[in-house]
Structures are given as C-alpha cells and as structure tokens.
C-alpha cells in the first residue's frame, strides 16, 4: 500500500471504532484475550491471595513497596529499567544490621517477588511472557556465606552452659543435642511428634521450611 493510501484506512478505521462505541485508549488498556489489564493496586492482593503463606510473608513487604511506587498505573506499563531503579533504592534504604551485606539481601528479595508478580500476570493473561519486565532484571550477585561451624572447643562451652544453666538443663541439653545430631533448623524441632521418632532404624522425620520433609539418622540415645 502506497503511503498516500494509509491516511485514508487510517481514517475508516476511526469512523469504524466510533461506530462501535470503541476508542483507541480502550485498545490499549486491554490484552489480547479482551481482559483489562489491572494496576498495581488491583492486582497486588489477587497475587498476595494465591500464593502460598510462605511466599506471603517473604515478598508481601515488597509488593507493598510496588504499590507505593506504581499503585494507580497497570501492571504491564513498568519497563525493565524502572524496577532496578527501584531495586537499588531498596538496596540503598536496606536495615544495616551487624552482618549487613550493602543491602543485597533485600534487593534480591524485592526482584524475586517481582518475578513471582509477573510470573502470574504472565498465567493470567495480563502480559505476554515476551513482555515480563522483571525477568530482564538481574539478581544482584551474591557474596560468599561468612556462615561457618563452630569449632570444637566452642562447641564443646555451649553444651556445658545449656547443661549447667537454665530453669531446665536436661531439656536444653536434649534440645541442643537434636539439633547436633540432625543438624536440624528451629521449625523441624518444633514440629517434631512422637510418631516422626523411629527408634529401631535410628531415623527421625524432620518437617521444616518450604513444606519440605526429609528423614535423617539419629543417635539411638537420643
């Protein structure tokens, strides 16, 4: 089609749409399928209801921050470059704690509940999988662990205080054993039921983060 032409569909095109009661900013305020495409404010509560409780206590302080940013503007009109700037604002305001690391921690964070966001505007049919901007920002890298085991001595001053102290050291003594013994996290013991204990195999059933549940070796004085 020759360029003198395009005016001419340009402008039956508009007289069709005005017939059918359309306007182009109803065009673009809708996808593909017909759906409107909601703002940040609508859809942060839909996402925060259909996951799970533990993606709700880790990324629920950061889709509030998406709102505080974005509340009034649709989900699919933040480009890339607009959620690392916001990444590195968080990452600049991050809680200095003792093991601080700059703030990487809560970058990364803010970036995975923006994935977890936009991975379901993508299911939902909000956005094409093409168009998901949180994908094209990177995690900020992380730094080597300082986490690292006790040595032996020390190890050996913690059991003795746990079994000398306290309003009850035989229970704290146990406890610290456990966690010794099956190397353990707080939530696996505090779910710990008498039916997870085999005592023949010397085996214990730990439920602990994520839902997860794993089977582990245990001392038979235990």
């Not at 709700?56 to 950061?62: I, V």
């Not at 190890?155 to 704290?172: H, K, Q, R």
Request: some cysteine; hydrophobic content about 40%.
């Amino acid at each position: 089609m020759s360029a003198a032409g395009k005016p001419e569909v340009m402008q039956a095109a508009m007289m069709l749409l005005q017939q059918m009661g359309i306007t182009p900013e109803d065009l673009l305020n809708t996808t593909a399928s017909g759906v409107p495409v909601p703002t940040f404010a609508e859809y942060v509560p839909i996402v925060a209801a259909a996951v799970g409780p533990g993606s709700q206590r880790m990324y629920s302080t950061y889709w509030a921050k998406a709102v505080e940013r974005w509340a009034d503007r649709r989900i699919d009109s933040v480009i890339p470059s607009e959620i690392e700037v916001a990444m590195c604002e968080i990452q600049a305001n991050a809680l200095r704690h003792r093991n601080n690391r700059g703030g990487r921690s809560a970058a990364e964070h803010f970036i995975a509940a923006m994935r977890c966001f936009y991975k379901r505007a993508v299911a939902d049919g909000h956005i094409a999988e093409g168009a998901n901007p949180a994908r094209k920002v990177p995690k900020p890298a992380r730094l080597t662990s300082t986490r690292s085991a006790l040595a032996d001595d020390r190890l050996a001053e913690l059991t003795a205080a746990a079994g000398s102290s306290g309003n009850d050291p035989e229970l704290d003594s146990l406890i610290l054993r456990f966690h010794i013994e099956t190397a353990c996290r707080r939530g696996g013991l505090l779910g710990l039921r008498p039916m997870d204990l085999d005592v023949k195999q010397c085996l214990v059933l730990l439920r602990e983060k994520g839902e997860t549940d794993s089977v582990r070796e245990k001392e038979s004085r235990l």
